[in-house]
């Protein structure tokens, strides 16, 4: 079992930015998509972001567009997500996910998550 682990989270002022890592040690995410969802308080799980297993092809959700970035680096087994102009709505458990499937992907194909990294947004 592929295990995912996501690193970076913490708290950051609104309109600061952080970078979430999501590797998979010892394992390979080369040749499959990677996403990244957010689950806050009281709400359901959300997708945030994914990116082609060869990192041409990136989907955001609208409410990240242009503030948040995806990319990869396969050689490294790593997935990152930039997060700038961060917002208090950002605050939220994010999770980053290894999928089989191409183009943008629902979670439920998804089939190997991490345990989540915590990220707070302060006003």
């Known amino acids: 079992q592929v295990k995912l682990v996501e690193s970076g989270g913490g708290l950051v002022q609104a309109g600061g930015s952080l970078r979430l890592s999501c590797a998979a040690p010892?394992?390979?995410?080369?040749?499959?998509?990677m996403g990244w969802f957010r689950q806050a308080p009281g709400k359901e799980r959300e997708f945030v972001s994914a990116?082609?297993?060869?990192?041409?092809?990136?989907f955001y959700a609208n409410s990240v567009r242009g503030r948040f970035t995806i990319s990869r680096d396969n050689a490294k087994n790593t997935v990152y997500l930039q997060m700038n102009s961060r917002k208090s709505e950002d605050t939220a458990v994010y999770y980053c996910?290894?999928?089989?499937?191409?183009?943008?992907?629902?979670?439920?194909?998804?089939?190997?998550w991490g345990q989540g990294t915590q990220v707070t947004v302060s006003s």
């Open positions: 996910a290894r999928s089989p499937y191409s183009g943008q992907v629902e979670a439920k194909d998804y089939d190997c």
């Open positions: 010892g394992r390979t995410v080369s040749g499959f998509t």
């Open positions: 990116i082609s297993w060869s990192g041409a092809r990136t």
